[in-house]
């Protein structure tokens, strides 16, 4: 079996932490939102989500200048970034009693392995664009959605709907 070169850690780039670093943050902060509503997968989810993509990515671009082009094929970490990521959201989403639960969750997992993915390339202009949109998208829009569409007033919503996407466990008992 070949193998290519180990990296020493000496050799460890600041560059390389500025993309981990910036990964790990943003990913906490984007599940800063999902924690502060009580909804499953937060703070450390996204986090341990978004540092994992980047530093997937950060690997392969370098397995790719190491061996070349012609042994390697970056496409894949965005191929197995979208199956692992596709099986944790079917894992959130739950149909009960009429609702879809988590859904937004799920679709926050996959924007933080995306924004991960970002980070791990140094597309800084792309993280920044992205982090933006997604705070508004997700934090934002949330309370303009409550205000223009109250609980009662969405379809599908019955008296519970503020547990529209709370998962089972300690995070969904009252408080």
């Known amino acids: 079996m070949e193998l290519n070169d180990a990296t020493?850690?000496?050799l460890l780039e600041w560059e390389v932490i500025a993309r981990l670093g910036a990964a790990a943050l943003i990913g906490v902060l984007?599940?800063?939102?999902?924690?502060?509503r009580g909804h499953a997968a937060g703070i450390r989810t996204h986090g341990v989500v978004c540092f994992t993509a980047a530093m997937m990515t950060v690997s392969m671009i370098a397995l790719y200048n190491q061996l070349g082009n012609d042994r390697t094929d970056v496409l894949r970490v965005f191929e197995a970034t979208g199956a692992?990521?596709?099986?944790?959201?079917?894992?959130?989403?739950?149909?009960s009693r009429g609702?879809?639960?988590?859904?937004?969750?799920?679709?926050h997992m996959w924007l933080a392995a995306?924004?991960?993915?970002?980070?791990?390339?140094g597309q800084w202009p792309l993280v920044a664009i992205g982090g933006i949109f997604s705070v508004v998208m997700l934090t934002v829009?949330?309370?303009?959605?409550?205000?223009i569409f109250p609980p009662d007033k969405r379809i599908g919503h019955g008296d519970d709907a503020d547990d529209e996407e709370t998962?089972?466990?300690?995070r969904s008992r009252p408080r």
Do not use: M, S, W
């Not at 995306?114 to 390339?121: F, Y």
């Open 30 to 36: 984007l599940g800063l939102d999902r924690e502060i």
């Open 114 to 121: 995306v924004v991960g993915i970002a980070c791990g390339a």
């Open 141 to 147: 829009l949330g309370f303009v959605e409550a205000r």
């Open 167 to 170: 998962a089972p466990g300690p």
């Open 8 to 10: 020493q850690l000496v």
């Open 84 to 95: 692992f990521i596709g099986i944790i959201g079917a894992g959130l989403i739950v149909f």
């Open 99 to 107: 609702r879809v639960h988590n859904l937004t969750t799920a679709a």
